[in-house]
């Protein structure tokens, strides 16, 4: 057995990786496994240029989260997956700007993903102090 390189001694810990990696690597997947749905969805909520942004931000999270899950790349990674959810979260969460039977569903989804987006940041902190 080889003895684990200088990244990968000061990584977060495999588990803390393999799941916030694997939840939204599954994000991104159902993202590009209904590309239409999402696509209009997005059109819904102004999007401009959707069909070519929606594929973009679902590569940039899959892509996120596979560096992160791996610790390849990682400050590319986490920035990558922080980017996405700095631009996804206010533009298709919008729960102040919905009608009262709307609003729980969308603030839950906002504050999930301003989870996510503080756990993304955490990553990169963590890959920029190596």
Do not use: C
Request: net charge negative; hydrophobic share 50%.
């Amino acid at each position: 057995m080889t003895a684990p390189d200088e990244s990968e001694r000061n990584a977060p810990s495999r588990l803390a990786r393999a799941l916030f990696a694997s939840g939204l690597a599954v994000l991104a997947i159902r993202n590009l496994t209904d590309l239409d749905g999402r696509i209009a969805y997005a059109e819904a909520k102004g999007v401009p240029e959707a069909d070519r942004l929606v594929p973009a931000a679902s590569g940039l999270l899959l892509g996120g989260s596979l560096g992160i899950g791996l610790w390849k790349l990682p400050k590319l990674a986490s920035a990558s997956v922080a980017a996405f959810f700095a631009g996804v979260t206010p533009t298709m969460h919008d729960f102040w700007a919905v009608d009262d039977d709307a609003r729980d569903e969308e603030l839950t989804s906002f504050l999930q993903n301003l989870t996510l987006f503080g756990a993304a940041l955490a990553f990169f902190k963590r890959a920029s102090d190596e």
